[in-house]
């Protein structure tokens, strides 16, 4: 079983859905990262949280650290949010990362 | 976007022959990873980085070697290239961010 477990693997969408993918994780952490990566391949991080609940234009991460859970939220979805959508949890020192497989979000119009 | 540029960006190469990738940050920081990408795993992480000459193996670190002599640049070296080493492999830094680079894609024929 993976230490990171993202739900959905696929997520199709109609242009101004609300979203919501889940990622679920079994060890103590230090930090959770949400992150998203384009159809062209290039990775980019939208939030690093430890607790509560942060909010970025129309998206929102939150976390539960006791049920060790985190939830992304998009409102308002749009066509350019088709990407790729990962969880990454950070243990120990360095910051050294594991990572769920990624949701595949597809927006249409 | 932290300045990190990875080289080569695509490379082909035949099985039993060295290869090596660079990472190359403009940012001073600190902590350097490289991770691979392969369909249903995510990422891993082969090695990092937290200072200059100070690396560890992360999980998947076998037929890996890296060397990190300036704290702009972690070498990633693929001693004797094999077939289960096609992949995309990353690289990223962490400053209180996690930034990566462009990624470098890899056929081992």
Known sequence: KNEVEQSPQNLTAQEGEFITINCSYSVGISALHWLQQHPGGGIVSLFMLSSGKKKHGRLIATINIQEKHSSLHITASHPRDSAVYICAVSTGTASKLTFGTGTRLQVTL | DAGITQSPRHKVTETGTPVTLRCHQTENHRYMYWYRQDPGHGLRLIHYSYGVKDTDKGE??????????????????????????????????????????????????
């Open chain 2, 60 to 109: 998947v670190s076998d037929g890996y070697s890296v060397s990190r002599s300036k704290t702009e640049d972690f070498l990633l070296t693929l001693e004797s290239a094999t077939s289960s080493q096609t992949s995309v492999y990353f690289c990223a830094t962490f400053s209180g961010w996690l930034f990566f680079g462009p990624g470098t894609r890899l056929t081992v024929l």
